[in-house]
């Protein structure tokens, strides 16, 4: 028998809707029935891919013993840490300052109001390296809830008292100036790994918004150092098994410091932060690898994660099944490979040189003597034509032999926010007009579906049904920079309105004073403290993003109200830069914008001209390789309007005619601009082009 969370719409909720558990969404009626019952709460965060989560669901949430004393003893809550990551982020705080560290799943134990007193991630079912079993923890909590109730209320009051002070009320006084960049650059350069590339030790996570702020601070001082560490960081990824060899797309992190083993899951967000990364790594070098792996990623991610409305999955699992016909599912399953099967697919001779190539060894580099694909820097020269063949008869075999993992299908409004944002720069920059119809259409459903007429966002869709959970800061900052990436492609004007819609709420709801910004609107359901983090994590905070987002829009509408959002909310950064770069990579990327300029690029030509469809010969490519020049600025967080004389598609647009017919562009920074030109190569050199 089902229980309440048959009805949901998050694939993790529904993975657990058949327990013999009877879990509660998170609702007020929850904690309602908790406080009726006298009972405690159990609140349970995961994620549909996450494989400790899925490990202790088969141990203790299916089983019917355990079942039976949390339904006796507890009022059970199921949350999707991805639809509800501002119920996520409270109680993870609290989780991290108890004990030191966290992670998922995530195991509290609140009283009726919310506030919690007991904490805990993945226990097992039975006592194992010092860890208590979960039935020793059920049975303690519930023992101390009965006998000890007031050491239990004196708990949580303390808990919830302390996170209410952490509040950070002040961000900072303006935004950083050179010496905390130049600061941040020396932290970053102390915990980089020369060898191996990345920062600190295992398990070692992908540094995309790091990188970016490297390749940004390069291109506005010059530092060979940054150039330097961003490529070999990005270089070093692409070559180790945290890539997928065969279909393109990126594992969450390794768990080595080498990046040959990765945790296999794949993330979109992840992804698309990569995706962009890489091909920004080819736009300041012209590096080949940089370039194969930015459009292999941007074609992983429309092939695996596309969903049937236009938008993108959230992630794919670790696991799957091994294949041996046991019904059993392990990690990694999907992407690794013994000897023997490379001779099973690619015969005697090609599966020499497949595993010589990739790096595959009788011991191997995983677990049971199978390794992870890498590419190893090898001597001499390959043979193209041979590794395509390879790769190309591993990938099929692979979908036709193998179980893909699962997926989860639920859209996240942030996530493909950031995806649209990647996909239409990459799709302008390799020739791919593909991708930049995908990342129109993940753009059109964010406002058919997550937008409401007062442009407030869903956090979450799926199959063309938008959740019940209003969006949080990042969702608007990061839809909105999808939003204006897709309007400095396309040429139309309209994302940047959309933009506009979206940035005006942040502004409106969730701003505080000082420049500070909360993770949640003013109006949105109230917790036991109100989320406000301005570090990056596997994404930009939403507090970065949406810099971001207001400076760019700024830069487009010469609104001073929206840069002097920006520079407030830059003002964490000033603070924090110096002492944690790692932990505000992209709050410093936007920093390096705002003291570039950042500059503002308009393009102008013949009607239409802003793709060249419109106009005859050399007119129409004249616009074409303007655009392109403009998009292809190094120049930190350059914006670009494109379009015809006396279009009102743009403000960047307006009151610039053409000079003597030609296609001209013209560039301004910090209110100043410089002489309108009609030289392509005068514009490539002004805005760092190194095509």
């Not at 719409?9 to 969404?25: F, R």
């Not at 995309?208 to 990824?237: I, K, N, P, W, Y």
């Not at 370039?291 to 992630?315: C, I, K, P, Y």
């Not at 989320?531 to 507090?543: F, I, L, R, V």
Request: aromatic content about 8%; proline content about 5%; some cysteine.
């Amino acid at each position: 028998m089902a229980n309440r969370l048959a009805h949901e719409t998050s694939p993790y909720l529904l993975q657990h809707a058949d327990n013999p558990v009877d879990w509660w969404p998170w609702s007020p009626e929850a904690f309602a029935e908790a406080r009726r019952r006298g009972v405690p709460v159990l609140l349970s965060v995961g994620y549909s891919s996450c494989h400790w989560c899925h490990v202790m669901a088969g141990e203790s949430f299916e089983d019917v013993t355990t079942a039976k004393y949390m339904n006796a003893h507890f009022v059970n809550i199921k949350v999707d840490r991805e639809e509800r990551p501002d119920v996520d982020a409270v109680y993870m705080e609290a989780v991290q300052a108890a004990t030191g560290q966290g992670g998922w799943p995530m195991t509290v134990f609140l009283d009726g109001d919310g506030a919690p007193f007991y904490f805990g991630t993945y226990f097992p079912p039975e006592p194992r390296h010092g860890m208590a079993s979960f039935p020793q923890v059920l049975e303690g909590v519930s023992s101390a809830w009965t006998g000890r109730r007031e050491e239990v209320a004196e708990v949580a009051a303390r808990i919830v008292g302390e996170l209410a002070g952490r509040s950070l009320a002040q961000s900072g006084d303006g935004p950083p100036g050179e010496g905390e960049l130049a600061q941040a650059l020396l932290g970053l350069t102390r915990e980089y790994d020369a060898q191996r590339g990345g920062f600190g030790g295992a398990p070692k996570f992908p540094a995309a918004m790091v990188v970016e702020f490297l390749l940004r601070h390069h291109a506005r001082t010059g530092s060979e150092g940054a150039l330097q560490m961003a490529t070999d960081t990005c270089e070093a990824m692409a070559r180790g098994g945290i890539y997928d060899q065969l279909g393109g797309g990126f594992a969450r992190y390794s768990v080595d410091r080498e990046w040959t083993v990765p945790h296999f899951e794949k993330m979109l967000y992840d992804n698309a932060l990569l995706c962009r990364v890489y091909a920004h790594v080819w736009r300041a070098t012209g590096s080949e690898l940089a370039r194969r792996v930015a459009v292999e990623t941007a074609d992983f991610m429309v092939r695996e994660l596309r969903t049937a409305e236009g938008g993108f999955a959230s992630a794919l699992d670790a696991d799957s099944e091994d294949g041996s016909g046991s019904g059993k599912h392990v990690e990694g399953a999907f992407y690794v490979w013994t000897p023997g099967q490379l001779r099973d697919v690619l015969g005697e001779s090609d599966a020499e040189f497949a595993a010589q190539y990739y790096g595959v060894t009788e011991e191997g580099t995983f677990e049971e003597g199978a390794s992870v694909l890498q590419l190893p820097v090898g001597e001499g020269v390959v043979d193209a034509g041979r590794v395509e063949s390879v790769r190309a008869r591993l990938l099929a075999a692979r979908e036709e032999r193998r179980e893909r993992p699962g997926r989860d299908d639920k859209i996240v409004a942030a996530w493909n926010g950031l995806a649209v944002a990647a996909l239409a720069e990459t799709g302008a920059y390799f020739d791919r007009p593909d991708l930049v119809e995908r990342a129109t259409e993940a753009a059109d459903l964010l406002v058919r579906l997550h937008m409401d007429g007062a442009a407030r966002l869903a956090r979450t869709s799926k199959d063309g049904r938008a959740g019940a959970n209003a969006g949080v800061l990042e969702d608007y900052a990061d839809v909105a920079e999808g939003f204006l990436a897709l309007a400095g492609v396309t040429g139309e004007g309209v994302w940047l309105e959309f933009a506009g819609f979206l940035l005006d709420i942040v502004l409106d709801r969730f701003v505080a004073e000082g420049g500070a910004l909360y993770d949640t609107a003013d109006d949105a359901e109230q917790l036991i403290r109100r989320p406000q983090d301005p570090t990056d994590n596997a994404t930009p905070s939403g507090w970065t993003a949406a810099a971001g987002a207001l400076l760019s829009y700024a830069a487009h509408t010469g609104s001073e109200r929206h840069r002097s959002a920006a520079e407030g909310a830059l003002g964490v950064v000033k603070a924090l830069g110096p002492r944690a770069p790692r932990f505000i990579g992209w709050g410093l990327a936007v920093a390096e914008a705002a003291l570039d300029g950042p500059r503002e690029v308009a393009v102008l030509g013949a009607e239409g001209g802003a793709e060249g469809r419109v106009g005859d010969g050399a007119a129409a490519e004249g616009v074409a390789a303007m655009h392109r020049a403009a998009l292809l600025a190094t120049a930190p967080g350059a914006v670009v309007a494109a379009g015809a004389p006396g279009s009102d598609e743009f403000p960047l647009l307006a009151d610039r005619p053409l000079i003597g017919d030609r296609a001209t562009a013209y560039v301004c920074r910090r209110f100043v601009c410089s002489a309108p030109t009609t030289e392509l190569e005068h514009l490539k050199g002004e805005l760092g082009v190194f095509e």
